[in-house]
């Protein structure tokens, strides 16, 4: 499991790592850019699990969606 | 027809999107609606005062909010908060927000809400040094707070009774001034828990202690033309005086017409930095000086802000090496800056002062002299010609005058008076506690643990005013709010594809505003919308905001997304008994009196004595609560 998850931060951050330049996202008063993201997903434990959390409600979603239950 | 109350964001970098989203449904609401539009700079008192006259059925907010608030555009206050949640009785509040908010800690990240202080982030400890923050805490408190203003700069800083501070109690003997005194007596500090502080004693600001400053260096590094590092500082300071980003069409100083040596110096500086011709408008009474570069109008706008009131520095700036920060405070002086005589007590002396209108300038400010071991004098006002905005001026006298002065290479009479309120000692500005008082406050208040040190200087501790945006949708629906809209965690979105996110937040107003009334069948074509989005979205950043921002979507009314959790065991046995829509409108009063008459009816018999007062009682509180009810 531990592997998967380690795997799974590895694709988040080659996908952020392929982000342009202008790549920007904004959470309440925060304001993101690509280098900001990147730096604290390589730094901050509590991030890097808050980015999981919603790759993983996403694909949730999706998976229970695409079944037609929701 | 009837009215409606839109309410705008305060335009910071974060809600430049949303101003254009709750653009497009201004347009929308006003073919069904006598519209309100209060933009930029509205008040509490305004939007009160526009609610009472307009009695509007609708109200949508578009700007930051907090679990127990909107906030607004003035600075301090929140537009709606549940000491005033009672306005939006009988009404459909729409809003876009989510946040918290507070007071100001100094960060290796800048000047931080000490609510978005985390785990992991460097706070300045009281060695001038950013110690790492190992536990952040948060709690409520129902009691008295201390407030403590020092005389000379007026932030206040508020506090629970219990905790310490580091300070130095002022000792009443001899007849030296206080300042020669701490020096020649060596005052000693210590921690002092707040309750037992008084007016006259000190407390302290750590001087910064920056050895090798990561953020500096690597500006400093990437800079590529290190020769003209002076010139671009200089600019910088003239642009957090003067300067505005205005997005594609780049960056604008604005002068009055009578600045000419400023105007040329700025002209000198962008031909100099950039090899381009800046264009000159005049209009009359003041001059405009504009460079067309969309990069460094972004560039500047993320460093420096927009906008007088939200200017802010990098952090690589209040950092850098003290050599580069003169021609900066050369610039920002030259903009914003002045030197006057002040006549006082049949004397005259000079004063420099500086004024701004960004609280977080301001303190950064604060910051940056201190590294100049000037220390000035802040005096907080509010100004009705600035739109009810704060204006923080600083004043230079004595001592710090001199040592600014000759950082600034101006030319001032010497002063008679050398010694200032607040002085150096032991590395840190001693300033005299000034006003000391004791407030009553209910709601959350913030700690946080730091490594080491175990100090951090702060503004404030964070008071907020209690509860949840969840807190202010479920306030407004037991105060009779007939929809309250709105998200119950922070409104995320990529910028890549904001249009897809504002269609989305616009989405269930649209569907009302179209003739559609039942709430629960908007939210359900809503989620679908938001499902459609979800699928459409080539971008998986997108896509997983997109889903965030789906499942915070609160449409709290009858039979949908009504509250059903309470900590309080009263409410939620009303909730039991008499269900989720009369279960929240039961006020305290009405279930004491109810509770009281039947202990009443059932003693009258065998213990009149007791019975009938609490009959009586019962029958006072309810008719208590049935006329404020009226009201």
Redesign the interface.
């Known amino acids: 499991m531990m592997s998967d998850l380690k795997e799974l931060e590895k694709i988040i951050l080659s996908?952020l790592e392929s982000?342009p330049p202008?790549?920007?996202?904004?959470?309440?008063?925060?304001?993101y850019d690509k280098q900001k993201t990147i730096e604290l997903f390589k730094?901050?434990?509590?991030f890097r699990k808050y980015i999981i959390e919603?790759?993983l409600?996403?694909a949730t979603?999706?998976f229970i969606?695409g079944k037609g239950e929701k | 027809m009837s009215q409606a109350l839109l309410i705008r964001p305060r335009f910071?970098?974060?809600t430049s999107?949303s101003w254009a989203w709750a653009g497009e449904l201004a347009e929308e609401i006003k073919g069904r609606f006598n519209l309100t539009d209060l933009s930029d700079g509205v008040s509490r008192k305004q939007v009160e005062e526009a609610i009472k006259s307009k009695d509007p059925y609708l109200i949508v907010f578009y700007d930051?909010g907090i679990e127990g608030a909107w906030i607004g555009n003035a600075e301090g206050e929140h537009i709606i908060d549940l000491t005033n949640v009672q306005l939006l009785t009988n009404r459909i509040a729409y809003s876009m927000a989510?946040?918290?908010?507070g007071y100001h800690i100094y960060t290796n990240d800048g000047i931080k809400?000490i609510s978005?202080v985390?785990?992991?982030d460097y706070v300045l400890s009281h060695n001038g040094t950013f110690d790492k923050v190992i536990k952040t805490f948060k709690r409520q408190h129902n009691g008295e707070i201390i407030v403590i203003t020092p005389k000379v700069i007026k932030f206040p800083i508020k506090l629970t009774p219990e905790h310490p501070v580091l300070a130095c109690r002022f000792k009443m003997k001899g007849k030296k001034p206080h300042y020669q005194r701490v020096k020649s007596e060596n005052w000693q500090l210590e921690w002092i828990e707040a309750k037992n502080l008084k007016k006259g004693d000190y407390v302290v600001f750590p001087l910064p202690n920056f050895e090798d400053d990561k953020f500096a260096k690597s500006f400093l590094e990437a800079f590529t033309e290190p020769d003209k590092i002076f010139e671009f500082m200089e600019l910088a300071g003239f642009y957090v005086a003067e300067g505005d980003s205005i997005g594609k069409e780049g960056i604008r100083f604005s002068f009055g017409s009578h600045e000419v040596g400023r105007i040329k110096r700025v002209k000198e500086l962008i031909r100099v930095l950039f090899n381009k011709e800046p264009s000159v408008v005049n209009q009359g009474s003041s001059i405009t000086v504009r460079l067309g570069d969309y990069v460094l109008s972004r560039l500047f706008r993320t460093w420096f802000g927009c906008k007088a009131k939200l200017k802010k520095m990098p952090m690589w700036i209040i950092t850098m090496p003290k050599i580069y920060l003169i021609p900066f405070l050369k610039g920002l002086f030259a903009g914003d800056g002045s030197i006057y005589v002040h006549h006082f007590q049949s004397k005259s002396y000079h004063v420099i002062t500086y004024a701004t209108s960004s609280e977080v300038l301001a303190h950064q400010l604060l910051f940056l002299f201190s590294r100049f071991g000037i220390v000035p004098t802040v005096n907080i006002e509010k100004q009705r010609k600035w739109g009810n905005r704060s204006k923080y001026t600083f004043a230079f006298r004595g001592s710090n005058m001199i040592k600014l002065a000759k950082l600034l290479e101006v030319k001032i009479s010497e002063p008679k008076e050398l010694h200032n309120k607040a002085f150096i000692f032991n590395n840190f500005i001693w300033m005299e506690i000034g006003d000391i008082k004791t407030e009553q406050f209910n709601g959350f208040v913030y700690n946080i643990e730091v490594e080491g040190s175990n100090s951090y200087v702060c503004e404030g501790i964070t008071v907020h005013n209690c509860l949840s945006a969840k807190g202010l949708g479920v306030e407004a629906y037991r105060k009779g709010c007939k929809v309250f809209v709105g998200y119950a965690d922070?409104?995320?979105?990529?910028?890549?594809d904001e249009k897809m996110f504002g269609d989305c937040a616009n989405y269930g107003l649209r569907l009302w505003l179209k003739g559609e009334s039942d709430w629960a069948k908007i939210k359900q074509s809503w989620i679908e919308f938001w499902?459609k989005m979800?699928d459409s979205a080539s971008d998986?950043?997108t896509?997983?905001?997109l889903?965030?921002d789906r499942?915070a979507l609160r449409v709290i009314t009858k039979g949908v997304d009504e509250p059903t959790e309470t900590k309080c065991f009263f409410r939620s046995l009303a909730l039991k008994l008499f269900g989720t829509s009369l279960g929240w409108k039961i006020t305290r009063k009405a279930g004491l009196s109810t509770i009281l008459l039947i202990l009443g009816l059932a003693s009258v018999l065998t213990l009149p004595y007791i019975g009938i007062p609490l009959i009586l009682i019962s029958y006072l509180l309810i008719t208590y609560e049935y006329l404020n009810q009226l009201k």
């Not at chain 2, 922070?490 to 890549?496: A, C, L």
């Open positions: 996908y982000r202008g790549f920007k996202w904004v959470k309440g008063f925060e304001v730094k901050s434990e509590e919603q790759v409600k996403l979603d999706l969606r | 910071d970098e974060a999107y930051h989510c946040i918290p908010e809400d978005e985390k785990e992991g922070n409104f995320t979105f990529n910028v890549q499902n979800i998986p950043w896509k997983m905001f889903r965030s499942d």
